[in-house]
């Protein structure tokens, strides 16, 4: 009788740590940004990236997609797809931030709201840092999969 091994307390806990943060974050600031779309849409607008119709639907149609990507991670339901959205996102984020960087404009991120922690007063090689960090939180999903605490099984699980 052979008995399939068990993951180790590392592969099945990192994970959960991983989709709580990271999607918890994602979560937070999609809540923020859906409290004030006016602001977030004057934050989209000094990027000066997208043409005004365009800025306009990605103020209301962004935040949504960081909510139920946040979401799914945090409950762990296909949770390597919901890490490869925000994973996409933090690095179009940081190609934004670059560009901004790039031509010397003075804008406020507006992430995280009216929130500014850690990163304060204009963009900056803050952002990019954080958006690193964060992206940092989905190794272990994309290595392991949903671990402990998840709505998904995993092939093992089966």
């Known amino acids: 009788m052979t008995t399939t091994p068990t993951p180790s307390a590392l592969a099945r806990w990192l994970p959960l740590v991983g989709r709580i943060v990271l999607g918890g974050l994602f979560c937070f600031a999609a809540f923020k940004k859906l409290q004030d779309p006016q602001g977030f849409l004057f934050a989209i607008n000094g990027f000066k990236i997208l043409p005004p119709h365009l800025a306009y639907t ?93 709505l998904e099984c995993s092939r093992a699980e089966r």
Request: charged letters at 10%; glycine letters at 12%.
């Open 58 to 150: 990605m103020a209301f149609v962004l935040p949504c997609v960081e909510m139920i990507a946040g979401a799914m991670l945090v409950l762990g339901v296909w949770s390597r797809a919901a890490a490869l959205v925000l994973v996409s996102l933090l690095g179009a984020f940081i190609l934004g931030i670059l560009n901004v960087l790039h031509h010397g404009y003075d804008t406020k991120c507006s992430c995280f709201g009216d929130i500014e922690w850690p990163c304060t007063g204009g963009v900056g090689w803050c952002q990019i840092v954080r958006n690193c960090v964060m992206a940092l939180f989905a190794l272990p999903v994309f290595r392991w999969g949903s671990g402990a605490l998840s």
